[in-house]
């Protein structure tokens, strides 16, 4: 015998299961860093809704948020490209405006330059393996024309023959504290990151060249004993999250509430305050800071050699330093100030 239920009565089932969702969402997005439930991913990359693809032609529009999102690599491999750059991600906000205003200037290059902008110790073992990545189940080869990181990796780098001379510094970044809007954890310094209540999210030294300058600050701000306890003690407490891709991953932990606070490059902080997105920063004062200065050099045996110089010689330009500043970033000055790169 079957049964068949009214509209009213076939709606209350879904009703119930709709509420049910609703709370299971609610309780997830409130659960801490180690906890079981990691919470939903509200927000996710890529911020720029895709305005960062340089592709001209398209095709299908297939970016599904969680599942499938190539956020860190931009452009279009179906032609061979006329310049490809490996950035470190830390200004990817910046890129787009950048590659936009290059291409104005250069318009052979429209819709010829492919980036990718995953942490620099990453893009270094794809350089090592002859430029072959392989994301989810999709391998690649583009050999990078240009590398831009911290002038230490990249004099680094050249030295040991990966990359060409000179090493070309452009801008300089610092330190800040991200936090999510309105400060629920009520930080105010670095040493407050100590605290045993206050959850952050940190970028894994494994993976992520900052890692170094952040020890650095807070051993100027706390001594040792306040970079061991961010760096080992709260993370075996489950109270420090380490992440691979801090440019990404720590504004969407912040956001989801499984952190405190973590500790980023300003401009990070800026892009995400400028976006609309719930998150804020302290400052870190000068004392404490590092600052670091961006770099650049040619590929050792550069496909696009000449290109690549044409890029070097844009981004110290006027109007590229102009698109930094917005973010935060300086004009690199060479006055033998000390600078951590």
Known sequence: MRTTLS???TGRPRLFSLLLCALLLGH???SRAGSA???PEVRYPPWQQGENNDAVERGLQFTVPQVDVLADFHGDLSSPPKLVLYVGGNYFFAMAPLVHAFEKQHPEFLGRIFWETIPPGLLVKQMRAGGTVTVGNMTWTVKPDAYFAGLKKVSELIDEGLLDSPAVPYV???LTIMI???NPGRIESLNDLGRSEVHLVMPNPEYEGVARQIKSSLEKAGGPALADTVYQAKVKAGT???TQVHHRQTPLFLMQGRGD?????KSEAIFQEKTG???SHVDIPDRFNTTAVYAGAVAKGAPHAAAARQWLEFIRSEEALGIFEQYGFARYRNTGEKATP
């Open 7 to 9: 509209h009213a009565e």
């Open 28 to 30: 997830m997005t409130s």
């Open 37 to 39: 439930s990691p919470g």
């Open 172 to 174: 300089t970044n610092q």
């Open 180 to 182: 999510p809007k309105g």
């Open 240 to 242: 420090t999250t380490l």
């Open 261 to 265: 606070a973590g500790i980023t490059w």
């Open 277 to 279: 997105n719930p998150i």
